[in-house]
């Protein structure tokens, strides 16, 4: 049973007893509610909804500096008590809501701050990261937010307890480099367990991360497997890319032209493009108070669409950038649902090429040019609408204006790192990239400041990998050099002065080093940061050669040079 705690008198205010009846059917509500992608009541409740006006108490009054702090709380007894125990105590003289909390509630432990041996060398330190940051979770507690997985898996690590979808890939980038393909096998596995479980891969496995994915890179971490245990694993993986498909395609063929439903955009002519999108229109249950307060900002504008929005720039893991807002610095502005997102699409290019490799593998040649031709339909519809012709560079589509955006963003190179674009309009957009965002600490992500942690003045390790890879792809290695060792330059010269990776950089202007911006503060670990290290170390600086700090690293005198000019 709960513990009734009846301390001194609170000034903190509930709601009428009815609502708490209304709130014990909220699963029944939330499965009309959501949008049919397998947000059923029988799956695992977010912690808003398990707790409802309670979780909203406690977040307002941000007893913790972190909002996702009290959604990772584990309720010690059944939320429901908890939450009837609550109704009743919370008006009595002297109620404590506090501690309450800490009463029914485990709160998520700090783990032990890791103190890497003396004298490693980056590559040393990034190897020892690996069992650091890997965690197990074959079960979890009946109310916790945590999803268990079958088998382990590496998180990034800091705030983030959990395993995160396209944050995985960059990290597995970096587990091959050091030849751990079991745990890559295990991440693939449990992501495939995922797909069969919930109909798509969540956000992270968190029950309040259900209701949206992020970018689609698990035909990228099938296509990295296979490099190492043959086309076999298209095979194996051929039902679960078909359901990662089917979750990003859902509606397409019942939508009318010039809407949009989910994650589908169909234009006026019939073209299919997809969008981010979440199922839900509340606040973020990790950023809970963020978001009431971003949208009282902006109060002619309905809140549950902005709280989509909001929902939506998370499930494009560019949370936030200002390539979402109608006004650059105003994140009260955000619209993502109404673009037509280009990296997006390049990876669903990817994954329909991928269908198509496994379906002819598994001899179904049907199938195989059916999605051969679905591919060269999204390329086609990739380079039409969704490229700058006039500024000659990629970006978003805006369905609704029917018009490119024309900001430029570190984006603008999925079309190179997917073999989207054609040698023209690579061409193009290389020349803006290395103009506009190549900066002396690597590939910006944005051309604007905006205090948001996917502007400028902020680099990112994923961002940085798909700009060496897709200049690459289109032959343009100085370039594609000056990207990866500008960034490597940073990465290194910021551990060792600190001895750690961290989650973003700075890649402008004189104080390189740990990025900011955004949420939360800079975090710590770093697993996408780590894997793209890695590989980067592996094309500048291979494991013969001794890169213990930045004048070791290779050629550092060039891009000392180039920085110079900059």
């Known amino acids: 049973m709960v513990k009734n705690v009846v301390i001194p008198q609170s000034k903190h205010h509930g709601i009428a007893p009815l609502f708490l009846a209304a709130l014990l059917t909220a699963p029944a509500m939330m499965a ?38 009290f959604a990772d709380a584990v309720p010690k007894y059944n939320p429901s008590s908890i939450l009837a125990d609550w109704q009743m105590q919370k008006n009595q003289s002297g109620f404590d809501l506090k501690r309450f909390v800490y009463t029914n509630f485990t709160l998520p432990a700090e783990g032990e701050k890791y103190v890497p041996p003396a004298g490693q060398s980056l ?7 690996w069992p650091v940051l890997t965690r197990t979770a074959k079960t979890s507690g009946q109310y916790d937010s945590l999803l268990p997985l079958p088998k382990p898996y590496v998180v990034p690590g800091g705030r983030f ?11 597995m ?10 745990r890559i096998k295990d991440m693939v596995d449990n992501f495939a ?10 956000n992270g496995n968190r029950s309040y991360y259900l209701s949206r994915s992020q970018p689609p890179y698990f ?7 296979a490099t190492h245990e043959g086309d076999e694993v298209y095979r194996r993986y051929l039902p679960q890319l078909q359901k990662e498909y089917d979750y990003w395609m859902a509606d397409s063929d019942t939508i009318a032209a010039g809407s949009a439903s989910k994650r589908v955009i169909k234009l006026a002519d019939g073209t299919v493009l997809n969008r981010y999108w979440d199922a839900r229109d509340v606040p973020r249950t990790e950023s809970w108070l963020d978001d009431i307060k971003t949208a009282e900002k902006a109060p002619e504008r309905n809140k549950q669409v902005m709280y989509r929005e909001l929902r939506a720039g998370a499930a494009s893991g560019w949370d936030f950038s200002s390539r979402w807002f109608t006004e650059a610095k105003n994140l009260s502005t955000i619209r993502t649902t109404e673009l037509a997102a280009v990296d997006l699409n390049s990876l669903l290019f990817h994954l329909e090429q991928t269908l198509a490799k496994g ?3 598994q001899k179904q040649n049907d199938k195989a040019q059916q999605f051969s031709a679905l591919a060269q339909k999204r390329q086609e519809a990739i380079n039409r609408y969704l490229w700058d012709d006039k500024q000659g560079w990629y970006a978003d589509y805006d369905w609704q204006k029917k018009r490119v955006h024309n900001q430029l963003t570190a984006a603008t190179l999925y079309p190179l790192f997917m073999q989207v674009a054609t040698a023209k309009q690579a061409d193009r957009t290389a020349a803006a990239v290395e103009k506009q965002l190549l900066k002396p600490g690597g590939l910006v992500t944005t051309t604007i400041n905006t205090g948001q942690q996917w502007d400028a003045p902020n680099g990112w390790a994923p961002l940085q990998w798909v700009a060496v890879r897709g200049l690459e792809n289109y032959q343009k290695p100085q370039l594609a050099q000056q990207v990866g060792m500008r960034f490597l330059n940073n990465v290194q010269t910021t551990y060792d002065r600190e001895h750690k990776l961290v989650e973003k950089y700075v890649v402008e202007g004189k104080n390189l080093g740990g990025g900011g911006g955004g949420e939360y503060p800079l975090q710590d670990g ?7 290290t890695l590989m980067l170390l592996d094309k500048y600086c291979p494991k013969e050669k001794t890169c213990n700090s930045v004048k070791d690293l290779p050629q550092t005198a060039q891009v000392d040079k180039a920085i110079a000019v900059q």
């Open 173 to 182: 980038l970096g587990l091959a480099e050091s030849g751990h393909w079991d």
């Open 359 to 361: 379906y002819q593998l």
């Open 161 to 171: 307890r959990e395993v995160y979808y396209w944050d995985s890939y960059f990290t």
């Open 219 to 225: 035909s990228l971490m099938v296509d990295l497997l």
């Open 123 to 129: 590559r040393e330190h990034i190897d020892g990261l």
């Open 526 to 532: 770093f697993g996408w940061t780590n894997g793209v």
């Open 193 to 202: 367990w995922e797909l069969d479980t919930y109909g798509h891969i969540p």
């Open 32 to 69: 009309q509610a959501a949008d049919n992608d397998r947000m059923l009541s029988s799956q695992p409740q977010p912690p808003d909804v398990r707790l409802g006006p309670l979780f909203h108490a406690v977040q307002q009054a941000q007893f913790f500096p972190d909002q996702k702090t």
